[in-house]
């Protein structure tokens, strides 16, 4: 790639110590697991050490599968005439020439499911930061019917300010109002993750 990088992001230090956090995490879910796992099963027997096994690995499986796919997924480099994805910056490329359109902020209205959190003292915190996740990010339609919601101002990215700001800044001709969004994309939108692609 001869085009020289403007900006760049990849897994923040922040990212790397929630991974210790990982063992508290699957030894919550393997307890409940199989908890439940014998609650209904009433003739099953589960020793400590069948837990200590399965805790020791799911928490292996989980952490491989975070430091091998992860550095990956949140490395992008952006050029000026494209942002690429991955360590190898050839996992995903679009070219600018293909965007179609730039709407800043996506679709407020969230599924039920994540709605209904506002009213547990304990989930309000989670609903108020989806909707800010959702305020900072933005939309890019590309052609053929693609789109991908945008947002590198997260913890997991270093640097994921500067480069949305600059690209944002090679894009601004291409940047309309949220009133352009579609009862088809706001129902997609609704459910779809974050620096993933989507179809319409």
């Known amino acids: 790639m001869n085009t020289p990088p403007l900006a760049r992001t990849k897994p923040s230090t922040q990212?790397?110590?929630?991974?210790?956090?990982?063992?508290?995490?699957?030894?919550?879910?393997?307890a409940m697991a199989l908890g439940l796992y014998g609650r209904l099963m009433?003739?099953?027997?589960?020793?400590?050490?069948?837990?200590?096994?399965a805790w020791v690995i799911i928490?292996?499986?989980?952490?491989?599968?975070c430091i091998l796919r992860d550095p990956h997924v949140l490395t992008w480099t952006l050029t000026e005439t494209e942002p690429r994805r991955g360590k190898n910056q050839d996992d995903l490329v679009i070219p600018f020439a293909d965007i179609e359109s730039i709407v800043l902020?996506?679709?407020?209205r969230l599924p039920w499911f994540f709605r209904i959190t506002r009213f547990d003292p304990h989930g309000h915190?989670?609903?108020?930061?989806?909707?800010?996740?959702?305020?900072?990010?933005?939309?890019?339609?590309?052609r053929g019917g693609r789109m991908m919601p945008l947002n590198f101002m997260?913890?997991?990215y270093q640097n994921g300010r500067t480069f949305m700001e600059a690209f944002l800044r090679l894009n601004t001709a291409k940047i309309v109002g949220p009133e352009s969004y579609t009862q088809?994309?706001?129902?997609?939108?609704?459910?779809?993750?974050?620096?993933r692609m989507v179809r319409v």
């Open 15 to 30: 990212y790397w110590l929630g991974l210790l956090f990982i063992p508290v995490a699957t030894f919550i879910f393997t």
């Open 42 to 53: 009433k003739d099953a027997v589960i020793s400590r050490n069948d837990v200590l096994m």
């Open 59 to 65: 928490t292996i499986v989980v952490i491989l599968w």
């Open 105 to 108: 902020g996506l679709p407020p």
């Open 125 to 142: 915190g989670m609903y108020d930061n989806l909707v800010l996740l959702r305020r900072t990010a933005f939309l890019l339609r590309l």
């Open 154 to 156: 997260t913890f997991q």
């Open 184 to 195: 088809a994309e706001m129902r997609k939108l609704g459910v779809a993750g974050l620096n």
